[in-house]
């Protein structure tokens, strides 16, 4: 059974979520920004056994301590797609930028596109490619919670934001209104930051769509 847990990492308050298998105690953190120690803190207490690092994206708020767990840890790092290798190579400068503690360096392990699948025990998530925010931007759906972590795509009543390099306004409304809402008006979805909503909540009251 798929199980998950929303961490609040950084000044930016950004949605980490650690993920699990009930059946094999194996997890994964979905977006890794920051708090390292938390985070740790978070997967010991639940006994967990820690596998894996999924990106939906690489702005520092979400991947900022992704390379110092890889290293440390040994973990593969997941995703994103191959279109945010541009904002991987910047995040030192986006460290500094931000006031963050500085990013060790990475590359992923395996980079992700649209249909592919991620794991975690006996739990698999579909993939989405979901550029706007950034080129490279994908969301995690499980299906058999009918729940999906979405990063910056989407909001409780906003959208991501598309004005930084890479973005485009025009990719992210048609990814939202052509991947994500026809999965159903029931899905519930963890956004990068604030509170989780639904498909169904946001396409009808989301005044951006």
């Given at each position: 059974?798929?199980?998950?847990?929303?961490?609040?990492?950084?000044?930016?308050?950004?949605?980490?979520?650690?993920?699990?298998?009930?059946?094999?105690?194996?997890?994964?953190?979905?977006?890794?920004?920051?708090?390292?120690?938390?985070?740790?803190?978070?997967?010991?207490?639940?006994?967990?056994?820690?596998?894996a690092l999924w990106l939906?994206?690489?702005?520092?708020?979400?991947?900022?301590?992704?390379?110092?767990?890889?290293?440390?840890?040994?973990?593969?790092?997941?995703?994103?797609?191959?279109?945010?290798?541009?904002?991987?190579?910047?995040?030192?400068?986006?460290?500094?930028?931000?006031?963050?503690?500085?990013?060790?360096?990475?590359?992923?392990?395996?980079?992700?596109?649209?249909?592919?699948?991620?794991?975690?025990?006996?739990?698999?998530?579909?993939?989405?490619?979901?550029?706007?925010?950034?080129?490279?931007?994908?969301?995690?759906?499980?299906?058999?919670?009918?729940?999906?972590?979405?990063?910056?795509?989407?909001f409780a009543g906003s959208?991501?934001?598309?004005?930084?390099?890479?973005?485009?306004?025009?990719?992210?409304?048609?990814?939202?209104?052509?991947?994500?809402?026809?999965?159903?008006?029931?899905?519930?979805?963890?956004?990068?930051?604030?509170?989780?909503?639904?498909?169904?909540?946001e396409r009808v009251g989301?005044?951006?769509?």
């Amino acid at each position: 059974m798929f199980q998950r847990l929303t961490i609040p990492v950084t000044s930016f308050e950004q949605n980490c979520s650690l993920v699990w298998c009930t059946d094999t105690k194996e997890a994964a953190l979905i977006d890794p920004g920051g708090d390292a120690g938390t985070l740790l803190e978070a997967v010991e207490a639940r006994g967990l056994t820690l596998k894996a690092l999924w990106l939906t994206h690489a702005h520092i708020d979400h991947a900022g301590a992704t390379g110092h767990l890889a290293n440390t840890l040994g973990l593969p790092i997941i995703g994103p797609h191959t279109g945010d290798q541009f904002w991987i190579d910047a995040l030192p400068q986006q460290s500094q930028m931000f006031g963050f503690p500085q990013a060790e360096p990475f590359t992923p392990t395996q980079w992700l596109k649209e249909g592919d699948t991620v794991q975690i025990g006996l739990c698999k998530l579909q993939v989405l490619h979901c550029p706007g925010h950034t080129p490279g931007h994908v969301v995690f759906y499980e299906p058999s919670t009918r729940h999906a972590f979405v990063g910056d795509v989407l909001f409780a009543g906003s959208i991501g934001r598309t004005d930084f390099p890479g973005g485009n306004h025009a990719d992210l409304i048609n990814a939202i209104k052509t991947k994500l809402l026809p999965l159903g008006d029931d899905i519930t979805f963890t956004p990068g930051h604030g509170p989780e909503s639904t498909f169904g909540e946001e396409r009808v009251g989301n005044p951006y769509l």
